[in-house]
């Protein structure tokens, strides 16, 4: 008994060197790309003066939140400079938006083919499990095999880890829509594709926009964790932090963690609710020219779907109802 064994990890071995063999161009195209796009944004948010990148953030805070997260957010980010971190936080804040967003356009296409499809569902869904109950430092095993050291192994990594939130909260968004309005536009003559476009995307956005925030959360986690992989930033700080037991710099790295953990996490909080001061102030401006268009806040509930065909609620004319 105490011979048996299944060699489960042999095999898996012999599974990676085929793929690296034989797919190693597909693996050098995802690294070009993920490395050409990190490059990009880091190059936009470290080559400015600190102090504009500071005055954009304000400016979004107070967009989506008022003035009491103005004024925050630029206490934070000041903190962030007066600690030195500021270069490795914008590379932290850059490995965090290239993978959000990709994991973001992965993610929210297949929650809604397993919203529309049960069968794409029961597959989707034991993969997720899978993915969400792997230890984290797993993932970086296959990343380094695939795309060797550097920000591209954390980038992928973080893709991994971080999209099955928004996977599933997509499909629990449009799966949570009114049926009633669904057959409303159906009945109205409207396709499917408006029907998602027009009417489930749009009653599913808090939800959405809830895995929105669960996925880039998970990223800025993640992204600390591919420190170990060479990806730098304040994910290598916290590691070397580590290795020296260096608690000034494992404090101030780590600051810097929550601060940008912060104000990720109520700028697309705030975006989810819908009611931010800018939004309030459009709607407003719209109030006071006298557009006929509703405010989207009070939406009629029994109100036929905006996106039903202006040809199917025509009135028939004498001539046509003499023919």
Known sequence: MNDFRIPLGTWVEVVFDFVTQHFGFFFDFIRFTF??????????????PFWLIILLAAVLAYAVRGWKFFLGTIAGLLLIVGMNQWENAMATLSLVLVASVIALAMSIPLGILAAKSKTASSIIRPVLDFLQTMPAFVFLIPALLFFGVGEVPGIVATIIFAMAPGVRLTELGIRGVDPEVVEAG??????????????????????????INQVIMLSLSMVVIAGMVGAGALGAEIMTSLSRIDIVLGSEAGLAVVILAIFLDRVTAALGTGSTPLGRFIAARKGSTGSSTPPASTPPASAPPASAPVETAAVVTPERASV
Do not use: H, N
């Open 186 to 211: 159906s009945a109205f003559g409207a396709s499917p594709g408006r029907i998602l476009r027009q009417i489930q995307l749009p009653l599913a956005l808090p939800t959405i926009m809830a895995g």
């Open 35 to 48: 490395a050409g796009a990190f490059e990009i944004v880091d190059y936009l948010l470290v080559t400015p």
